[in-house]
T-cell receptor, first 114, second 116 residues
Framework: AQSVTQLGSHVSVSEGALVLLRCNYS??????LFWYVQYPNQGLQLLLK??????LVKGINGFEAEFKKSETSFHLTKPSAHMSDAAEYFC????????????FGQGTTLQVKP | EPEVTQTPSHQVTQMGQEVILRCVPI?????FYWYRQILGQKVEFLVS????????KSEIFDDQFSVERPDGSNFTLKIRSTKLEDSAMYFC??????????????FGEGSRLTVL
C-alpha cells in the first residue's frame, strides 16, 4: 500500500524567506512522487514530479524537490517566497502503470506574510 | 497544457436528490478519474475508469455513486440520492498513457456540490 504524510498543515513564512514543505511517503514499490498546488477556488496544478530520473527535480515558479530514498522523503523547497505562492500544496504518490491512481497527502497551507 | 472542463462549477441540491457532474477531457485520453475534496480535508480518490468500465474504486464509492462515458466524450459522475456528507469539491482527472504511465494526472477545476 502507498501513503503520503505531510508534516505541518499550516506553514507561514515571510516574503523572501525560504519555503520548506515536508512530505514523507510509504511505498512497497518504487514510487512516482508529485507536488500539486491549489490556489483558492481553483483546481490542482502540477508543480513538479519525480519519475526515477534525477533525484533533484525542478518545477514551475522556482520550486524544487529532492527525492531521498533513505529518508523516504520528497520535501518541497523554494529559496525565496513570493506573495503569489500562498496556496494549498499537496504531495502525492503513485505506482504508475495501468492503475495510475494518485494518493494525496493531507495538504499544507502556505501563508506568505509581507 | 491539457485542459479538462467540468460542469457545473457549483451546484446546490436538496438531500435525497440526484446529481450528475460532468467532465469533458481531451478526446484521445483513455484513463479517467474522479476525486473529491471535502472542505478543509485532503483530496480523496473515488474511482478510475478505463475502456468503459471501472478499473478501481475506493470505499467511498458505494452504490450511491456511478460513472459512465455515454457518448465517448463526456465522463459523468452520478450521485443517486445525495446526503449532507456528499458536500465537497469533485475533481475530474485524466491521463493518456498505459503501462508506461508515470502517474501524472491532469485535473479539472472542480465542481463544488453543496447538499442542503
Amino acid at each position: 500500500a502507498q501513503s503520503v504524510t505531510q508534516l505541518g498543515s499550516h506553514v507561514s513564512v515571510s516574503e523572501g524567506a525560504l519555503v520548506l514543505l515536508r512530505c514523507n511517503y510509504s511505498s512497497s514499490v518504487p514510487p512516482y512522487l508529485f507536488w500539486y498546488v491549489q490556489y483558492p477556488n481553483q483546481g490542482l496544478q502540477l508543480l513538479l514530479k519525480y519519475t526515477s530520473a534525477a533525484t533533484l527535480v525542478k518545477g514551475i515558479n522556482g520550486f524544487e524537490a529532492e527525492f531521498k530514498k533513505s529518508e523516504t522523503s520528497f520535501h518541497l523547497t523554494k529559496p525565496s517566497a513570493h506573495m503569489s505562492d500562498a496556496a494549498e500544496y499537496f504531495c502525492a504518490v503513485s505506482r504508475g502503470g495501468n492503475t495510475g491512481k494518485l494518493i494525496f497527502g493531507q495538504g499544507t497551507t502556505l501563508q506568505v506574510k509581507p | 497544457e491539457p485542459e479538462v472542463t467540468q460542469t457545473p462549477s457549483h451546484q446546490v441540491t436538496q438531500m435525497g436528490q440526484e446529481v450528475i457532474l460532468r467532465c469533458v477531457p481531451i478526446s484521445n485520453h483513455l484513463y479517467f478519474y474522479w476525486y473529491r475534496q471535502i472542505l478543509g480535508q485532503k483530496v480523496e480518490f473515488l474511482v478510475s475508469f478505463y475502456n468503459n468500465e471501472i478499473s478501481e474504486k475506493s470505499e467511498i464509492f458505494d452504490d450511491q455513486f456511478s460513472v459512465e462515458r455515454p457518448d465517448g466524450s463526456n465522463f459523468t459522475l452520478k450521485i443517486r440520492s445525495t446526503k449532507l456528507e456528499d458536500s465537497a469539491m469533485y475533481f475530474c482527472a485524466h491521463r493518456d498513457r498505459g503501462p508506461l504511465n508515470t502517474g501524472e494526472l491532469f485535473f479539472g477545476e472542480g465542481s463544488r456540490l453543496t447538499v442542503l
